[in-house]
């Protein structure tokens, strides 16, 4: 039934991870880590999968002393996430509910 | 975590996880209002009060004290440092602001510096003034208040449709209300004074009250 949805967006952490970085400029990771209530280990596999694919940016960097983990949508990942909630209406149309 | 879920399940969990990032208030950002806010109150309340009580010959010398306004850059700087410290996400609506207000800033300068430009270095050779032209000389100096205020609302406005924080606003539309009393009550004899003093209700209106609220609200949110 699901043919049509991106199968890398179509998880729930990485569809919360997208869903995250479309409503935010850039998001540290610690954010990332509690909203979706995901482990770091998990987090950063999937990251790293949403990474590979081009959907989106990781800059490591400083903030004070401490290390940070920033993440970014890029324009292929919007394209990406549009289209499944695109396809994702689809199947909610009227009547096929 | 492979899961999958139905539509329903999806759609709920975008919507979810869209709206945890949107409604993230920065924290830091009353602590901002707040320097500036008290620094302009500060200053334009102690000029008002000298201009009241120093003698004629040396009442305007007062308004060297704006160049106090210096120190909030190194505090504000601060500040900033440690707002990124401590905020994890950065939406749109920030970004969006952040370049409200360098306009603002950038627009502020540049009104400032060109008169501080035309004082220093045009004035001095703008000898030759028709007898009850004199006025030419310090006129430009009376608008300085007006256009700083209009900037004022225009950004306080701004800020507070964009997060939904409605003594922004107020202090916004305050703003603009003392920008066109300034412009009609153009011609009273004490306007230095009243701009000044009108200078302080608005900083108190527009930065120091929301500021506080703001701080207020941030906390509530932890």
Redesign the interface.
């Known amino acids: 039934m ?1 043919n049509d949805l991106d199968p890398l967006l ?4 990485r ?2 991870i997208m ?2 970085l ?7 990771f ?2 990332i880590r ?3 209530g ?1 482990t770091a280990g ?1 987090l950063s596999v ?1 990251l790293e999968k949403l990474k590979e694919a081009g959907y989106l940016e990781i800059r490591k960097s400083f ?2 002393n ?1 290390p940070c983990t920033t993440c970014k949508i890029t324009p292929p990942g919007i394209k990406a996430f549009e289209q499944y ?1 695109t396809t ?1 209406q689809d ?2 149309k009227p009547g096929q ?1 | 975590m492979e899961t999958h879920f139905s539509e329903k399940e999806s759609l709920e969990l975008i919507t979810r996880m869209i709206s945890s990032a949107k409604n993230n208030l920065q924290k830091g950002m009353g602590s901002i209002f707040l320097l500036w806010g008290y620094l302009v109150a500060v200053i334009s309340l102690a000029i008002f009060l000298l201009m009241l009580f120093l003698p004629h010959e040396t009442k305007y010398h007062s308004y060297m004290l704006w160049s106090l306004m210096a120190i909030g850059g190194p505090l504000h700087y601060r500040l900033v440092k440690k707002m990124e410290a401590q905020n994890l996400v950065k939406t749109y609506i920030d970004k969006i602001m952040d370049y409200v207000w360098i306009a603002f800033s950038v627009s502020m300068v540049t009104v400032i510096a060109g008169m501080i430009i035309q004082a220093i270095l045009v004035l001095p050779a703008f000898t030759d003034v028709e007898p009850g032209h004199e006025f030419l000389r310090w006129f430009p100096w009376t608008f300085v208040t007006p256009v700083m205020l209009c900037l004022y609302g225009f950004a306080l406005f701004v800020s507070g449709k964009a997060y939904q924080f409605k003594p922004l606003v107020t202090g916004g539309v305050i703003c603009w209300i003392a920008t066109a009393f300034l412009i009609i009550f153009f011609h009273h004899p004490h306007l230095l004074k009243i701009q000044q003093l009108v200078l302080f209700i608005c900083a108190v209106a527009g930065f120091v009250i929301p500021g506080h609220l703001l701080r207020k609200k941030e906390n509530s949110h932890v």
């Open positions: 699901y179509h998880s729930q952490l569809l919360a869903s995250i479309v409503s935010a400029d850039e998001a540290d610690v954010f509690e909203k979706t995901a998990n999937q903030k004070g401490y909630v994702l199947y909610i509910s």
